[in-house]
């Protein structure tokens, strides 16, 4: 049977969700958690292959097992041999044509920063720490412009192909402080384009950059007009919607 489970991670310690031959990753420990409770070799297919230092909390992945117990007891005892920076939060049978990337409609992402004078140190590896102030209705006006269908080549690379035109559903700046949080939801995303557009943002709360160059570096499809990335720590995959 095929089963779909939703899995959280912290991605402090990984290079990343894909599986490497000289790297710890997510997919690696999953699978060999798998390996070790039903004794299968099987392959995960996921919705979104996250970036070195990148966290989850709603990652949607597949497997096609024979296991003979309950869902339930799957997932229990592959928590009990999971690190502990991976979780499987629920299991479910799935269709055995269903893919959960291909088959995803959006994947909704947070990006939070953390704006103080004094940096916190249980939150460096969850958030971006900003010392300065930084204009949160500038941010939000200039995020605005990114809702719809567009280019976002100056934001980032596609992972295969050519095709650069993503459709963004949501792009909203929370406010919380000293926290604040963007998030963005699409039907798909270039490689580290969430984290070069909340680096730009980041250039328009500071005044380093204006609403209308923000329009101004979309527009343009030229990554090098973009501001920095911003660092992958930040960056948490919320949720795929199907």
Request: aromatic content about 8%; charged content about 20%; glycine content about 8%.
């Amino acid at each position: 049977m095929r089963v779909r489970a939703t899995v959280a991670y912290d991605g402090t310690n990984y290079s990343g969700f894909q599986r490497q031959s000289n790297a710890p990753t997510v997919q690696g420990e999953l699978e060999a958690a798998l390996l070790r409770v039903t004794q299968e070799r099987a392959g995960i297919v996921a919705a979104g292959r996250t970036d070195a230092g990148v966290h989850a909390i709603g990652q949607v992945i597949a497997i096609d097992t024979s296991w003979r117990h309950t869902l339930e007891d799957l997932s229990r005892a592959l928590n009990a041999v999971l690190p502990a920076d991976i979780a499987v939060r629920d299991v479910e049978e799935a269709g055995l044509g269903f893919h959960p990337r291909y088959d995803a409609l959006s994947r909704w992402y947070r990006y939070t920063l953390y704006v103080a004078r004094v940096r916190s140190p249980w939150a460096r590896l969850q958030s971006l720490h900003l010392r300065g102030p930084v204009d949160v209705a500038a941010m939000a006006q200039a995020a605005e412009c990114l809702v719809g269908e567009h280019d976002f080549a100056a934001f980032g690379q596609p992972p295969s192909g050519e095709v650069t035109v993503r459709r963004v559903d949501r792009a909203e700046w929370g406010e919380d402080r000293p926290w604040l949080t963007f998030d963005i939801e699409a039907n798909a995303f270039l490689y580290r384009m969430v984290r070069s557009i909340v680096g730009t943002l980041v250039e328009v709360g500071r005044g380093a950059l204006g609403v209308d160059e923000f329009r101004a570096v979309l527009a343009s499809c030229d990554r090098n007009q973009a501001g920095p990335t911003a660092p992958p720590h930040g960056l948490r995959l919320m949720a795929v919607a199907y």
